[in-house]
């Protein structure tokens, strides 16, 4: 495991957060996004010059409304 996961540094705080992101709002923000050709989902936290973000289970459901 990462040393910043088992002995962050003094002035860090681990925020658990989960985050869901409806697809559909993807579609209706763009118009033309097909989900049925979608391969890969790329995230990019480039608004700080220094830090660590750590992801874990990315994962896509269908759920029904």
């Given at each position: 495991?990462?040393?910043?996961?088992?002995?962050?540094?003094?002035?860090?705080?681990?925020?658990?957060?989960?985050?869901?992101?409806?697809?559909?709002?993807?579609?209706?923000?763009?118009?033309?996004?097909?989900?049925?050709?979608?391969?890969?989902?790329?995230?990019?936290?480039?608004?700080?010059?220094?830090?660590?973000?750590?992801?874990?289970?990315i994962?896509i459901?269908?759920?029904?409304?």
């Amino acid at each position: 495991m990462a040393p910043f996961l088992t002995k962050p540094p003094a002035k860090t705080e681990i925020t658990l957060q989960v985050f869901a992101l409806p697809l559909a709002d993807f579609v209706a923000a763009s118009g033309e996004l097909d989900l049925a050709s979608v391969t890969g989902i790329r995230l990019v936290f480039d608004r700080a010059q220094q830090g660590v973000v750590v992801v874990d289970r990315i994962g896509i459901a269908d759920r029904a409304k």
